[in-house]
T-cell receptor, first 114, second 118 residues
Framework: DTAVSQTPKYLVTQMGNDKSIKCEQN?????MYWYKQDSKKFLKIMFS???????INETVPNRFSPKSPDKAHLNLHINSLELGDSAVYFC?????????????FGPGTRLTVL | AQTVTQSQPEMSVQEAETVTLSCTYD???????LFWYKQPPSRQMILVIR??????QNATENRFSVNFQKAAKSFSLKISDSQLGDAAMYFC???????????????FGQGTILTVHP
């Protein structure tokens, strides 16, 4: 059973395009997150949602817009893609916000902007 | 703001030997959680072990154990009886136990690439 899934796993696109990455968790968790891993493998949080409410927004350009249609889904939409957006994007979820519960990560989406 | 530092970009170990990966962190908080995540070439992030700061006892998960030194703000990972499948990038991470808009956020170190030689 897939716990946290992301689609697509790979995304190659041109500068200036708009793209979305989808994330779904079937763990019944309340909180979901987006992390970005850059070319040097550094991981940094972008957003978190708790029960569809935005909790964390870490100085991310407003070209990035998370959308949570329900608590099992947290999608990431990126407008006007730039070369610097090339990275691996990870979705994660945890049972409750800030609890001792583990954050479970999806397989990541490698985004390449040409 | 909290920071996490992994000072060893790369480490290597012979199969069946023991290796220790270092992690230090900086925080003014007294209650928090620390984690080690493993990222193999498949890039999946896998939790290895976690430690609650209020617990003095070091966490252990099979061949993986930590040396948590709260006063020194140090959190090292020891891998015993290393196996080829342990080869991966290892990340140390910090999470606050307090409320606020950053509640739940994981702050990661830079990572350590572990190579296991047969």
């Amino acid at each position: 059973d897939t716990a946290v899934s992301q689609t697509p796993k790979y995304l190659v696109t041109q500068m200036g395009n708009d793209k979305s990455i989808k994330c779904e968790q079937n763990l019944g968790h309340d909180t979901m997150y987006w992390y970005k891993q850059d070319s040097k493998k550094f991981l940094k949080i972008m957003f978190s949602y708790n029960n569809k409410e935005l909790i964390i927004n870490e100085t991310v350009p407003n070209r990035f817009s998370p959308k949570s249609p329900d608590k099992a889904h947290l999608n990431l939409h990126i407008n006007s893609l730039e070369l610097g957006d090339s990275a691996v994007y990870f979705c994660a979820s945890s049972l409750k916000r800030g609890s001792t519960d583990t954050q479970y990560f999806g397989p990541g989406t490698r985004l390449t902007v040409l | 703001a909290q920071t996490v530092t992994q000072s060893q970009p790369e480490m290597s170990v012979q199969e069946a030997e023991t290796v220790t990966l270092s992690c230090t962190y900086d925080t003014s908080e007294s209650d928090y959680y620390l984690f080690w995540y493993k990222q193999p070439p498949s890039r999946q992030m896998i939790l290895v072990i976690r430690q609650e700061a209020y617990k003095q006892q070091n966490a252990t998960e099979n061949r993986f154990s930590v040396n948590f030194q709260k006063a020194a703000k140090s959190f090292s990972l020891k891998i015993s009886d290393s196996q080829l499948g342990d080869a991966a990038m290892y990340f140390c991470a910090y999470r606050s136990a307090y409320g606020g808009t950053s509640y739940g956020k994981l702050t990661f170190g830079q990572g350590t690439i572990l190579t296991v030689h047969p």
